[in-house]
């Protein structure tokens, strides 16, 4: 089994994937520097994955933009087989707002993870990319070879570390390089013990229905009924956190066991929801009311963004197992179990 390191582990995304990577055996350092997570989350993973001691999950506080913290993580280890990097600000609106922020952090500390992973000699990383690259998608669904053309800062943040892999695997073809580009990851593990829990006002569409139905906010507020879809409303690509999960558990094994190559794959359901019918399927799940106002469509929002993931069912054997049905019953099972999130 492999000694990996996972950049922001205790967050929403890498919290799932470490408890999948640990139930499969391997062994794990987490660097985070909580800023917009919490301890608590790999407290839970290490009780949901059985762990009696705390030899196969370590834990760094520390930022990757800091050379001596990213050396420490990679000393953690006798040595560091792989990298899984999730760490990043990934909020959209906050990008426009915050722009230089946003370039530090995620471009800036890529690159500082990268350098490290030289100077450690480990040429193998899992980036967590984003379908907000492809901006405006002139066809849905959206396969990998559609145009790279991100419309905020975020997206082009994401653009640019991708950019850096594809230069540093140009200038070094020994390097192993997974470039997965996400789509809307949601829901929770089905035990309620570990889950999404963004600070403040929720960004995204998912947590602010679950918080709205848990009585944490008043209403949900849709952006635009006037969208050329079914309903009136936006249509996404909703993907369980821990088929995401998987799919990084699949894309490390490919890596790990194949020649160097640089892949970029969807992750994915290929099925579109509605905000009205996500909000629909969360009253079925929850069995409360989410009452919604529409509102003004967002500058800068596309009608539908739908993933074509036959790539990643080609190259890695992986796809999507769970329903918009499981996602909400899964969701509600954690934000029920903690209306206040790690904060309890």
Not at 50 to 64: F, H, K, M, S, Y
Not at 127 to 134: G, I, Q, V
Not at 264 to 272: A, D, I, Q, R
Request: hydrophobic share 40%.
């Amino acid at each position: 089994m492999a000694h990996l390191l996972i950049t922001g582990g205790a967050g929403f995304i890498g919290s799932h994937t470490a408890l999948v990577l640990l139930e499969a055996g391997h062994s794990l350092v987490v660097l985070d520097n909580f800023s917009n997570s919490s301890p608590e989350s790999l407290q839970r993973v290490k009780a949901l994955a059985g762990l009696a001691d705390d030899a196969r999950l370590q834990v760094i506080e520390g930022d990757i933009r800091n050379p001596a913290d990213l050396d420490r993580a990679f000393g953690a280890a006798h040595s560091i087989d792989g990298v899984i990097h999730f760490a990043g600000l990934k909020a959209v609106g906050e990008s426009v707002q915050q722009p230089l922020r946003y370039w530090d952090v995620n471009a800036n500390g890529s690159r500082c993870l990268i350098e490290a992973m030289q100077r450690h000699s480990c040429r193998t990383i899992v980036f967590s990319s984003s379908a907000t690259l492809y901006g405006f998608p002139e066809t849905v669904p959206i396969s990998e070879t559609a145009p790279v053309q991100p419309i905020n800062p975020y997206g082009h943040t994401k653009a640019a570390v991708e950019q850096l892999l594809a230069d540093v695997n140009a200038c070094e073809p020994s390097w192993r390089i997974a470039r997965l580009r996400y789509f809307n990851p949601v829901g929770a593990h089905p035990s309620g013990r570990i889950g999404e829990d963004p600070g403040g006002i929720p960004n995204n569409l998912f947590p602010f229905i679950s918080q709205v139905a848990v009585g944490r906010r008043p209403q949900l507020q849709v952006f635009g009924g006037d969208w050329p879809t079914p309903d009136g409303t936006g249509v996404r690509d909703y993907i369980h956190v821990m088929d995401l999960a998987e799919g990084h558990r699949a894309a490390l094994d490919r890596l790990l066991s194949h020649e160097p190559e640089l892949l970029t794959l969807n992750l994915g359901s290929g099925l579109g929801c509605s905000v009205l019918e996500l909000a629909a399927a969360f009253e079925a799940a929850s069995g409360k009311p989410v009452p919604y106002t529409i509102v003004d469509r967002r500058p800068g929002d596309a009608a539908s963004t739908v993933a074509d993931p036959s790539r990643a069912a080609e190259l890695l054997g992986w796809r999507t197992r769970r329903s918009i049905s499981d996602i909400c019953r899964d969701g509600w099972v954690w934000q029920s179990a903690n209306p206040q999130g790690y904060d309890v």
